[in-house]
């Protein structure tokens, strides 16, 4: 497809379960950037791949969540055990080359995690 | 402090006016600015980058920057409903000469009166 596309689009996991969610970025794209938007706020990075290499994983809040991207090209980003706060909306995104200044950046629409 | 603050609004304007749109951040040292619209229950999308100081325009969007105030502007002249959507600051951080890690605001939800 054109766009930066995210799977599932929807999920609802019961406290303690394991969840992964999928980015398919825009092809080509060296970058992929994983961000964290709660209700109400603006996204907050969570890590970077450059091709299949983490180069950044200082946003991840704990262990539990772990992102990979074997292949350089799709990315899961998974969280285990589950907690309430948790729940967000989890955006991928994915851009030609390494720096900010002159590349934009695409987004994906997001995958929506509500933890009962 | 947070390193990018917006007021969050919500900002509501009537159909034609000038909807203005304000951002501070806190690292000096910063070199790229970004506006982003962010519709509800959609994704990030950019509308606006800035470099310089002074403004740049692209139709009906007008951005603002003042590296000494450390404050970045979006105007938006001639408002239409369509427009109605939060508007996120973003600006990337600047740790270690790093270029890629975007800090965004809170956003402003905008609202535009017919």
């Known amino acids: 497809g054109a766009g930066v596309s995210q799977s599932p689009r929807y999920k609802v996991a019961k406290r303690g379960q394991d969840v992964a969610l999928r980015c398919d970025p825009i092809?080509?794209?060296?970058?992929l950037f994983w961000y964290q938007q709660a209700l109400g706020q603006g996204p907050e990075f969570l890590t970077y791949f450059q091709n299949e290499a983490q180069l950044d994983k200082s946003g991840l809040p704990s262990d539990r969540f772990f992102a990979e991207r074997p292949e350089g090209s799709v990315s899961t980003l998974k969280i285990q055990r589950t907690q309430q706060e948790d729940s967000a909306v989890y955006l991928c995104?994915?851009?030609?080359?390494?720096?900010?200044?002159?590349?934009?950046?695409?987004f994906g629409e997001g995958s929506w995690l509500t933890v009962v | 402090q947070k390193e990018v603050e917006q007021n969050s609004g919500p900002l509501s304007v009537p159909e034609g006016a000038i909807a203005s749109l304000n951002c501070t951040y806190s690292?000096?040292?910063?070199?790229?600015f970004f506006w982003y619209r962010q519709y509800s229950g959609k994704s990030p999308e950019l509308i606006m980058s800035?470099?310089?100081?002074g403004d740049k325009e692209d139709g009906r969007f007008t951005a603002q920057l003042n590296k000494a105030s450390q404050y970045v502007s979006l105007l938006i002249r001639d408002s239409q409903p369509s427009d109605s959507a939060t508007y996120l600051c973003a600006v990337p951080l600047n740790s270690g000469g790093s270029n890629y890690k975007l800090t965004f605001g809170k956003g402003t939800l905008l609202t535009v009166n017919p």
């Open positions: 995104a994915s851009s030609l080359r390494l720096s900010v200044s002159g590349n934009t950046i695409y």
């Open positions: 092809s080509g794209h060296v970058s």
């Open positions: 690292d000096r040292g910063s070199q790229s």
């Open positions: 800035i470099y310089s100081n």
